[in-house]
C-alpha cells in the first residue's frame, strides 16, 4: 500500500487518484482558495429565483436530513437564504438514541418534516443481504437516503433537491465528478454507494422471500417523471466553503447533540452518531481497503491544519479498523439480534472479506489479528 505524502489515504481507496504522491482529495481542497465563494452564492440565489414557489403553494426545495452535523448546518443556510424548504429524512438502519434526540431536535428548528421508515422486516433482510453479498451491512440506508428525497419530489411537485457535500470532492475521486454541482441518477449510480448490487437484483438474491413491490423506497423514480416535474438536485458543498468541523459548531449551537467520547473506530464525537450498525460498516471499509472512519476525519484535519500528518498517524493507528464490539454504547451481540445474526456468523462473513493482499496471513493463509482486528502487511509511514 502507498500512502498520499500529504494526508494518511492509501492507494486502495476505491476512486482515489494520486498525483505526484498526492491524493485528489488533498488537491481538491487546495484548489478551493480559488473559488470565488461570493459568486457561488449568487449563483445558488439565481438558481432559487428559478425553482422557488411563485404562489407560495409549494416548499422551495427538499433538503435530504438525517439531524447529523451537515443536514442541521444545510436547514439552518437555507433558512437564513430566506426559503421554506421541506426536510425528508429517510430512517437509518438502526436508528440510535442519539440519532432520534437529534432528528427531533432538527424538527425544533422550526421546518416542515417528513420523516420516512421503509419496512423493518424487508431492511433487516437487506442488511443481510448487503453484508453477505458486497461486505456492506449499509446498503439499503445508503441507497434509500437517495432514493426517498427524489421518490417525495417527484410526489410533491418540488424540482429542487439541496443535498450536503460532493462526496467525491471531499474525500476523492474521478476528476469529472469531483467539481460536479448535480446529483442525479448517473451520479447516484457511479458514486452512491450501490457497490456493485442493485435494487433488480434483490428479489433473486432473497430467493423470492423479498417482493419486487417492497422495494419501492429502494427505486429511483423513472427518467420521465423526473424529466416530468423538472427535479434537480445540487450540492450545497458547490455554493459553500464546506466544513465538516465548522458544521458541527454550528449545529451543536442550535441544539445538535454529540457523543460523550471519539465514536468506536473514528477519531471524532459529532457524526455518524445515528445508526448503531454503522461500526460495523466502517470496520468493513478497513477489512476491505486497510483504511477506516479515523482516517476519513483526520485526513480533513490535517488538510485543514488543525493537526500534523504525524500526530494524525498514531490517531489513525489507535482508532481505525477497531472490532465493532460496541457502537455509540450498544454491544455487538444486540447489533447482530437485530438482523438475527450471531458473532460466528458474522466473524466468518467478517474473514471473507478482509482483503489478503493487505494483511497479514500464518503459513496457512489464516489471517494474523490482534484483538480480533487484523494486522496490515506494510505499516503505515
Ligand atoms: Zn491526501
Avoid at 325 to 337: C, G, P, R, T, V
Wanted: with cysteine; charged share 25%.
Amino acid at each position: 500500500m502507498l500512502y498520499c505524502e500529504e494526508c494518511l489515504y492509501p492507494n486502495t481507496k476505491p476512486d482515489l487518484i494520486f498525483q505526484n504522491g498526492i491524493c485528489n482529495a488533498c488537491i481538491n481542497f487546495k484548489n478551493r482558495k480559488y473559488i470565488d465563494w461570493n459568486k457561488r452564492k449568487d449563483e445558488l440565489i439565481n438558481i432559487f429565483k428559478k425553482y422557488k414557489s411563485e404562489d407560495n403553494n409549494n416548499w422551495d426545495c427538499i433538503i435530504p436530513v438525517s439531524g447529523g452535523k451537515d443536514s442541521t448546518f444545510q436547514v439552518y443556510k437555507i433558512l437564513k437564504l430566506g426559503y421554506n424548504p421541506l426536510c425528508v429524512i429517510s430512517s437509518t438502519c438502526h436508528l440510535s438514541d442519539i440519532g432520534r434526540y437529534n432528528i427531533e431536535n432538527l424538527k425544533k428548528i422550526g421546518v416542515d418534516m417528513i420523516e420516512f421508515t421503509a419496512n423493518k422486516k424487508i431492511r433487516k433482510k437487506l442488511n443481510t443481504i448487503g453484508l453477505e453479498t458486497v461486505g456492506d451491512i449499509s446498503w439499503p440506508e445508503h441507497i434509500s437516503i437517495f432514493t426517498i428525497p427524489v421518490i417525495f419530489a417527484v410526489k410533491f411537485n418540488i424540482k429542487l433537491i439541496i443535498w450536503g457535500e460532493n462526496s467525491q470532492n471531499e474525500y476523492g475521486g474521478p476528476a469529472s465528478s469531483v467539481d460536479n454541482n448535480i446529483l442525479d441518477r448517473n451520479w447516484l449510480e457511479n458514486f452512491g454507494g450501490l457497490i456493485g448490487l442493485r435494487e433488480s437484483d434483490i428479489v433473486m438474491l432473497s430467493d423470492n422471500s423479498i417482493k419486487e413491490n417492497e422495494l419501492i423506497p429502494y427505486r429511483y423514480p423513472s427518467d420521465d417523471d423526473i424529466k416530468r416535474v423538472g427535479v434537480t438536485g445540487l450540492f450545497l458543498g458547490y455554493y459553500f466553503f464546506w466544513n465538516g468541523i465548522g458544521n458541527a459548531i454550528i449545529s451543536q449551537s442550535l441544539g445538535m447533540k454529540t457523543y460523550e467520547s471519539f465514536v468506536e473506530g473514528s477519531s471524532c464525537n459529532y457524526e455518524n452518531l445515528d445508526n448503531y450498525q454503522t461500526g460495523i460498516h466502517d470496520y468493513f471499509k478497513y477489512l476491505k481497503f486497510g483504511f477506516g472512519r479515523a482516517s476519513d476525519i483526520v485526513n480533513n484535519q490535517i488538510r485543514r491544519n488543525i493537526i500534523s500528518r504525524e500526530d494524525g498517524l498514531e490517531i489513525v493507528k489507535n482508532h481505525d479498523g477497531k472490532f465493532p464490539s460496541h457502537y455509540l454504547d450498544k454491544n455487538l451481540k444486540e447489533i447482530l439480534d437485530y438482523i438475527d445474526m450471531n458473532e460466528e456468523e458474522f466473524i466468518k462473513i467478517c474473514d471473507s472479506f478482509t482483503n489478503k493482499q493487505i494483511f497479514k496471513t500464518d503459513d496457512n493463509g489464516e489471517l494474523l489479528k490482534i484483538n480480533n482486528k487484523p494486522i496490515l502487511l506494510n505499516e503505515i509511514i
